[in-house]
T-cell receptor, first 115, second 115 residues
Framework: AQSVTQPDIHITVSEGASLELRCNYS??????LFWYVQSPGQGLQLLLKYFSGDTLVQGIKGFEAEFKRSQSSFNLRKPSVHWSDAAEYFCAVAPANQAGTALIFGKGTTLSVSS | GAGVSQSPSNKVTEKGKDVELRCDPISGHTALYWYRQSLGQGLEFLIYFQGNSAPDKSGLPSDRFSAERTGGSVSTLTIQRTQQEDSAVYLCASRLGQSSYNEQFFGPGTRLTVL
């Protein structure tokens, strides 16, 4: 069965430090991959997505993610975290070339930023 | 421009009552999804509408849950005889076209509390 695993439930990072949020997926073929962010009381906002090609993708707010086929991973990174990055982050997958299928989400990682 | 809107933002109901949750998608978006976000869980797919096609109801957890989409626009999710385990945030998302690569835009959600 398709699944997405985010191993870290909660991470605390100092402001200005680097960040890496882990995501592993289980899928028959390389799916479309997404990272969403959810701030308190807000809906989800797309940070970035991967379809094919260059395995390092750039997103909004200074985030990037790297797709590693051999590890079935799509980890999210940011070189320097800001206090406003505190939020919940969701990794999601959708089957490629299959119209209309819903996203499959991980359970999320809550990011806290300390000063 | 207007994003996805949902109403009410909060709903408190008593066990056994019926509730209706509303979603107004982005104008022109043919695809509409409902997801449920329970505490400590990721987003769980409930139902998917695409244009005039029959909806994909494969994610609905029981026959107490139903949804309709009138005129290819507004959608209503109905939960009959609510149970305490139905307490969650219900999120609606819309998307332009059928490709799973296209971004899903999420509303702010309706927080449902069943007492």
């Amino acid at each position: 069965a398709q699944s997405v695993t985010q191993p870290d439930i909660h991470i605390t990072v100092s402001e200005g430090a680097s960040l890496e949020l882990r995501c592993n997926y289980s899928y028959g073929a390389t799916p479309y991959l997404f990272w969403y962010v959810q701030s308190p009381g807000q809906g989800l906002q797309l940070l970035l997505k991967y379809f094919s090609g260059d395995t390092l993708v750039q997103g909004i707010k200074g985030f990037e993610a790297e797709f590693k086929r051999s590890q079935s991973s799509f980890n999210l990174r940011k070189p320097s975290v800001h206090w406003s990055d505190a939020a919940e982050y969701f990794c999601a997958v959708a089957p490629a070339n299959q119209a209309g299928t819903a996203l499959i989400f991980g359970k999320g990682t809550t990011l806290s930023v300390s000063s | 421009g207007a994003g996805v809107s949902q109403s009410p933002s909060n709903k408190v109901t008593e066990k056994g009552k019926d509730v209706e949750l509303r979603c107004d998608p982005i104008s022109g978006h043919t695809a509409l999804y409902w997801y449920r976000q329970s505490l400590g869980q990721g987003l769980e797919f409930l139902i998917y509408f695409q244009g005039n096609s029959a909806p994909d109801k494969s994610g609905l957890p029981s026959d107490r849950f139903s949804a309709e989409r009138t005129g290819g626009s507004v959608s209503t999710l109905t939960i009959q005889r609510t149970q305490q385990e139905d307490s969650a945030v219900y999120l609606c998302a819309s998307r332009l076209g059928q490709s799973s690569y296209n971004e899903q835009f999420f509303g702010p959600g309706t927080r449902l509390t069943v007492l």
